[in-house]
């Protein structure tokens, strides 16, 4: 069986330009208006999207309805589901993606047309990386593959939960001041904050603090913050071991 990938909306806007050494007037304005409303009359009435299909074709990308049913069978295991914990604690695993199985070359034919899905989670419980390989023409799990040490990127659940603790932590004061500074208001939650981040490795300081030391076997993050509609604000010294639920700064 092919192994999961454990690596890793625009908005359209109309702008009106005006060439160089020209200074539209009102008569301009007029006309341009007339002009595009002609445009759209003639357009006639743009027609929606189709209905996407449940199941796709070949090597399409996943459907909704394929993702749903990739992550419903891939957490009907009971074992998984009881005994696996996520981000916050709570029962069941962490999940992380969904993706399109990689084909593998040997395969011709039908077996060839089947389509699978790797779902991957993570279990806090024991800091393990689960892959569970889905067919979706069976609805079998074909595949269950279990790794440590490795760390794919975050998802947003877990950005969320690392900027919650950065909040509540004494290291986190220098980011709700920044915060603060920013909009007039206090940061409370990390609702307020737009997140990216990545996975930290220590292997890439040259100084590891004491408490970051068992980063990579733990999952620990370096979170990206930004305000709302408004600045960055610089957080790349932190990093947060979301195994232990601490915070650690770089020197």
């Not at 759209?40 to 449940?54: F, N, Y």
Request: net charge negative; with cysteine; aromatic share 2%.
């Amino acid at each position: 069986m092919a192994t999961a990938a454990l690596a890793a909306a625009g908005a359209a806007a109309v702008v009106g330009v005006s060439l160089p050494g020209s200074t539209p007037d009102a008569d301009d304005a007029a006309r341009a208006g007339t002009a595009q409303r002609d445009a759209v009359a003639a357009q006639g009435t743009v027609e929606a999207a189709p209905d996407e299909g449940a199941r796709g074709i070949g090597r399409d990308p996943l459907t909704d309805a394929e993702i749903d049913r990739a992550e419903h069978l891939a957490v009907a295991d009971d074992n998984l589901r009881r005994n696996a914990r996520d981000v916050e604690g709570d029962r069941g695993p962490q999940h992380l993606s969904t993706n399109l199985t990689e084909t593998d070359p040997n395969l011709t034919g039908a077996a060839a047309r089947q389509r699978r899905a790797d779902v991957v989670s993570y279990d806090y419980r024991n800091d393990s990386v689960v892959t569970k390989t889905v067919d979706l023409d069976t609805g079998k799990v074909e595949d269950t593959r279990t790794d440590r040490g490795v760390q794919p990127p975050p998802s947003q659940d877990e950005l969320a939960e690392a900027a919650r603790l950065l909040i509540a932590d004494r290291l986190g004061a220098d980011l709700k001041s920044d915060y603060e500074d920013a909009t007039g208001k206090q940061l409370t939650n990390a609702g307020q904050l737009q997140l990216s981040g990545m996975v930290f490795r220590k292997e890439t300081v040259a100084k590891v603090p004491a408490g970051l030391t068992a980063c990579g076997e733990h999952r620990c993050l370096r979170v990206v913050a930004k305000v709302r509609n408004g600045p960055w604000i610089d957080t790349r010294a932190l990093v947060v071991d979301l195994s232990d639920r601490k915070v650690g700064r770089l020197a």
